[in-house]
């Protein structure tokens, strides 16, 4: 019985970090680049973002520090204070959309909210 043991925590050791053991679960680190952060506007299209993919169906948690908010609520973005060259941890969970919902998300936080388009 040990023996299995070992080999099941050896096993573990193996597994790399950024690979989810759930299905449909993606986690990401992405850097505001935007010079103003995380505001109403740039709230508002993340949260639009994730409407695009059966939100009914998913779970988006946003992280930055200890905090966590729920991604689909604007409001609970905006509370974060994220400034420009701070970090943020995405969180997506659910259906078979999560991660086409994740790549779309990593994509609009890497554009800068696609803030310098309107410039």
Do not use: W
Request: negative net charge.
């Amino acid at each position: 019985m040990e023996t299995l043991s070992k080999q099941y925590l050896h096993n573990q050791k193996q597994i790399p970090s950024s690979v989810s053991l759930e299905p449909h679960s993606y986690e990401r680190e992405v850097e505001i680049v935007n010079t103003y952060g995380i505001h109403f506007r740039s709230a508002a299209l993340f949260v639009k973002t994730i409407e695009k993919h059966d939100p009914d169906n998913l779970d988006v948690a946003v992280f930055q520090g200890r905090a966590k908010v729920d991604g689909k609520s604007v409001m609970g973005l905006v509370t974060l204070g994220v400034t420009q060259g701070q970090y943020l941890k995405i969180q997506v969970k659910g259906n078979g959309t999560a991660e086409a919902c994740m790549n779309d998300l990593v994509a609009l936080v890497e554009s800068g909210f696609k803030e310098d388009d309107e410039a």
